[in-house]
Structure formats: structure tokens, C-alpha cells
T-cell receptor, first 116, second 109 residues
Framework: IAGITQAPTSQILAAGRRMTLRCTQDMRHNAMYWYRQDLGLGLRLIHY???????GKGEVPDGYSVSRANTDDFPLTLASAVPSQTSVYFC???????????????FGEGSRLTVL | GQNIDQPTEMTATEGAIVQINCTYQTSGFNGLFWYQQHAGEAPTFLSYNVLDGLEEKGRFSSFLSRSKGYSYLLLKELQMKDSASYLCAVMDSNYQLIWGAGTKLIIKP
């Protein structure tokens, strides 16, 4: 049982470089999310997708883009990385609109990104 | 604006009881969540409250008062493995989660 898989788990990146964080889930959840977590702050939503083919902007979308070509994959791309994007990134999913009352989020293990 | 407040850090003794409070101001309310996050790991779901009252699940209980914009997580019979951060999150009227910064709980023997 894999759940949600993120890659890479850790990466050091030079400023200005392009980077894609991968996220794959095998639970057939229709909603997926990308969060960043920084010390002293709550999880902040970057982008989300309620179903394959649709995406939306969260609280802190600038500098990031996403795509949702199919149900399982939700990659996050940093077009030109900057030091302020140094953070831990979590991908999450939930079975939205499945009748699940709790809307519990299932998280990947996180990707620690350092931009120098 | 939307805001979730919880203490930054708490310390408790193994075997004791601890209560972690969370107050919120959000645009609409569609439920309150508690997650546990061990250092270097992903958050994991603990509880969900959408109606007022107490929900008990083993050693953990969660309480909600919607009129007061208040919740707490109660941990009983504390174990060393309970040392973690506890995250409070509220689902707003758009079904988006607003997260608190988390409470780091330190358990001492």
C-alpha cells in the first residue's frame, strides 16, 4: 500500500533553476493539494485540484504552477526557484465528494527543498 | 482575515493529561480537524468535529464549541511517543483548510 508518494524527498537547488516536485497517489482520490510548511507558520496552500483536468490557486501560488492530467499525478513546478521557496513541501489528497464526511487529508512524506 | 490560534509549545509529564487549545476566526465553518505531526514526518489525522461537543477516541478526545470559536484536544495517559506537534485546522465556507501554526508538545519522563 503506497498511498501518496513524493519525489524527491530532499533537494538542494541553485536559484534560478527550474524544479518539479512529483506527487503520485494510488487511492483514486479526486482532490489533491500542495502545501508548504515553514517554521512558525501553519501549512499554507499553494495550489489544489478538485478533480482531474482542473486546478485552483491557494493562499501562496506565486512562483508555482501545477497540472492535473490524470487522477493519480499532481506535479508542482517552480519555474525559476528563489531562496524564499526554501521549505518543506507536502502533497495531500482526499476523496472529495465521495460521501466521506470527514474529508480527512492523506499526506505524502514531504519534499525538503533548499534554494541557494 | 482568517485566523487560527494555538499555543506554540507545551510541556507535560509522562502519564499525565494535557489539553491543547485552539481558537479560530474563519469565513464560515465546515468542520475542525486535529492532526499529529512527529518531527520530520507528515501530518496524520487525529480527529474531526463539526458539531458541538466532545468526541472521544481512545486516549485522545476533541471538543468543539462553534459559538465560541473554540476547540481543544485532550490527551490522557501521556506516553513519550506523544511528543509531537499538534495542528489545528478549520475548513471554511469554501471547503478550504485554514491551518494553525501547531503546538509542539514535549513529554518529560
Amino acid at each position: 500500500i503506497a498511498g501518496i508518494t513524493q519525489a524527491p524527498t530532499s533537494q538542494i537547488l541553485a536559484a534560478g533553476r527550474r524544479m518539479t516536485l512529483r506527487c503520485t497517489q494510488d487511492m483514486r482520490h479526486n482532490a489533491m493539494y500542495w502545501y508548504r510548511q515553514d517554521l512558525g507558520l501553519g501549512l499554507r496552500l499553494i495550489h489544489y485540484s478538485n478533480t482531474a483536468g482542473t486546478t485552483g490557486k491557494g493562499e501562496v501560488p506565486d512562483g508555482y504552477s501545477v497540472s492535473r492530467a490524470n487522477t493519480d499525478d499532481f506535479p508542482l513546478t517552480l519555474a525559476s526557484a528563489v531562496p524564499s521557496q526554501t521549505s518543506v513541501y507536502f502533497c495531500a489528497s482526499t476523496p472529495l465528494d465521495s460521501g466521506e464526511e470527514t474529508r480527512e487529508l492523506f499526506f505524502g512524506e514531504g519534499s525538503r527543498l533548499t534554494v541557494l | 482575515g482568517q485566523n487560527i490560534d494555538q499555543p506554540t509549545e507545551m510541556t507535560a509529564t509522562e502519564g499525565a493529561i494535557v489539553q491543547i487549545n485552539c481558537t479560530y476566526q474563519t469565513s464560515g465553518f465546515n468542520g475542525l480537524f486535529w492532526y499529529q505531526q512527529h518531527a520530520g514526518e507528515a501530518p496524520t489525522f487525529l480527529s474531526y468535529n463539526v458539531l458541538d461537543g466532545l468526541e472521544e477516541k481512545g486516549r485522545f478526545s476533541s471538543f468543539l464549541s462553534r459559538s465560541k470559536g473554540y476547540s481543544y484536544l485532550l490527551l490522557k495517559e501521556l506516553q513519550m511517543k506523544d511528543s509531537a506537534s499538534y495542528l489545528c485546522a478549520v475548513m471554511d465556507s469554501n471547503y478550504q483548510l485554514i491551518w494553525g501554526a501547531g503546538t509542539k508538545l514535549i513529554i518529560k519522563p
